[in-house]
């Protein structure tokens, strides 16, 4: 059988880091992977727009979903191509190049955001009152929704080695994954989901959005910009992210597990033994 030590010997991965440490109590060396935690500056036609703390890997999908879940970009069909500078396995900078016909916002573009990875930033994006109510989207079972979260759990490669990694999976109505993506920031990761359906012309206005991380404002308007209307998270919601699922008519939920969850706004559409929750009372 092979030992711990051994096994990590094969793991090659530009989002792991291999060190040695000391098993306290033991007083042998122990040797483990943790999570890569380095800058990535993403441009749009020139512009710095932000620099993220991320975890290498899908770097394209990353700077795309980042523009247009913060709406710096007004959708995907205004991006012509992204470019990657920097080292191969870990690139340093993601160039967005937009359609010459492409309108961007100044304002946008006027001060650059250092998001870290715990997800704060000193330049604050769009609040969401701008943003329109979501149309009735998607209907999902609540046996689909619990079911999911066993899904993405077997999807996070780099959390079953290292862990200290969140994870943001995009689901279809009937449980199939469409794109399951870990990074060390909890926004990045959703970003990283939502930019890899937006690059290959994935609708997600029939789709659920599912994260490990706490369901704040920015959960809630990143997926809304892209008509996600269906959104849940592993942990809980903020006072504010539920006051803005309800504005722009998406359904919040929370604490999602194999056999509860809450649902905070238009429980509507989630669906049990074919009825809603609505109809159920």
Not at 35 to 55: F, K, N, Q, S, Y
Request: glycine share 12%; net charge neutral.
């Amino acid at each position: 059988m092979k030992t711990r030590r051994n096994s990590l010997q094969d793991v090659q991965s530009p989002g792991l880091f291999r060190w040695e440490g000391l098993r306290w109590g033991e007083g042998g060396p122990e040797e483990g992977l943790v999570v890569v935690e380095a800058p990535l500056e993403i441009w749009v036609d020139g512009h710095l727009v932000a620099v993220l703390m991320r975890t290498p890997g899908l770097e394209r999908e990353l700077a795309v979903g980042y523009c247009l879940g913060e709406g710096i970009v007004p959708g995907v069909d205004a991006v012509e191509s992204v470019s990657l500078e920097g080292d191969g396995a870990s690139p340093s900078r993601a160039v967005v190049h937009l359609h010459p016909s492409a309108a961007l916002d100044p304002e946008q573009l006027g001060m650059p955001r250092f998001v870290r990875s715990g997800c704060a930033a000193n330049a604050p994006g769009n609040w969401g009152c701008a943003l329109p109510p979501l149309g009735e989207g998607v209907r999902v079972s609540a046996e689909i929704l619990q079911g999911s979260v066993k899904s993405l759990a077997g999807a996070q490669e780099a959390y079953k080695i290292a862990g200290g990694i969140h994870a943001a999976g995009v689901f279809a109505a009937d449980g199939a994954p469409v794109a399951a993506c870990e990074d060390i920031g909890r926004h990045n990761a959703v970003d990283k989901a939502l930019g890899y359906c937006a690059l290959r012309g994935i609708s997600l206005s029939d789709k659920f959005l599912l994260g490990t991380g706490r369901a704040s404002y920015e959960f809630v308007t990143k997926s809304a910009r892209l008509g996600v209307s269906v959104v849940a998270s592993l942990s809980s919601p903020t006072s504010l992210s539920a006051q803005l699922a309800d504005i722009l008519n998406q359904t919040l939920v929370g604490y999602l597990r194999p056999h509860r969850f809450v649902v905070y706004t238009h429980p509507w559409r989630i669906m049990n033994k074919g009825r809603t929750a609505d109809e159920r009372r």
